[in-house]
C-alpha cells in the first residue's frame, strides 16, 4: 500500500460504514412486502365478501372487518418500506437518472456531474428534508399524537419516525457514493475497482437493466 494509497482507502472505509446500515435496513424492510400483501388480500377479500355473510353482520364481525386500522396497517407498510428504500436504492445505484446532458459526456464528466449534484442537490436537499420530518416526529411524539378513527393505529410517532429514518439513511447513501465518486475522480487510479462507481461512469447504464 502506498502512502498516496493509504488515505483513500481509509475514504472507501467510511463510505462502507456508512452504507453499511442503509443495507441492513433495507434488505429487512424487504420483508415487510410479505404481511403487506396479506393485508391488503384479506382486506379485499372481507371487503367484497365475508362482511355479506349472515354471521358476520349478526355478530357485529363486520365492525373488525372494515376496521381502520386494515388500512392504517396497509398505508403504515407501505410508507416504512418506501422511506427506507430510498437510501437502499441509492447505495445500490438504482435510482434513474432522467438527465440529457449525461450520455454526451465522458467518463469523468459523469462522475463530475454525480458529485456535484450529490454535493449541492442531494446532500443539501435531504438534510433540509429530514430535519423538517423530525418537526412531525416531534410533534406527534410530544401531543401523542394518536389516529383519528377509534379503532384505528394509534401512536403516530411511531410511522412519523420513519420520516426521520428513511431520509436519514438516505443522507448516509448519498454521503458514502459521494465519498465513493471523489476516491475515483482524485484518488490513485488503481483504487478505481473498489469504489464500485462503474455504473455512474457507464454512459449506457440503466436502472432498469
Not at 15 to 31: I, K
Not at 47 to 65: A, G, I, N, P, T
Not at 174 to 179: A, E, K, T
Amino acid at each position: 500500500m502506498t502512502a498516496n494509497t493509504a488515505p483513500w482507502r481509509r475514504v472507501l472505509r467510511v463510505a462502507d460504514a456508512l452504507e453499511r446500515p442503509v443495507v441492513w435496513v433495507g434488505e429487512a424492510v424487504s420483508w415487510l412486502f410479505l404481511p403487506l400483501i396479506a393485508i391488503i388480500l384479506f382486506d379485499a377479500l372481507a371487503r367484497r365478501y365475508l362482511r355479506k355473510f349472515e354471521f358476520v353482520m349478526q355478530s357485529d364481525l363486520h365492525f373488525y372487518l372494515n376496521s381502520p386500522a386494515l388500512q392504517d396497517a396497509e398505508w403504515h407498510l407501505h410508507a416504512i418500506i418506501m422511506l427506507c428504500a430510498l437510501g437502499y436504492a441509492c447505495a445500490c445505484n438504482a435510482h434513474v437518472r432522467l438527465d440529457m446532458l449525461r450520455g454526451r459526456l465522458g467518463e469523468r464528466g459523469r462522475l463530475w456531474v454525480e458529485l456535484l449534484g450529490g454535493l449541492f442537490l442531494l446532500l443539501p436537499f435531504v438534510a433540509i428534508f429530514t430535519a423538517d420530518c423530525f418537526d412531525f416526529f416531534w410533534i406527534a411524539w410530544v401531543h401523542d399524537e394518536t389516529a383519528g378513527e377509534t379503532n384505528g393505529i394509534g401512536e403516530r410517532w411511531v410511522i412519523k419516525s420513519f420520516m426521520v429514518l428513511g431520509p436519514g439513511l438516505l443522507l448516509l447513501a448519498g454521503l458514502s457514493v459521494v465519498m465513493r465518486v471523489a476516491t475515483r475522480l482524485f484518488g490513485p487510479p488503481e483504487l478505481a475497482p473498489e469504489t464500485r462507481t462503474e455504473a455512474i461512469a457507464n454512459r449506457d447504464f440503466s436502472a432498469f437493466n
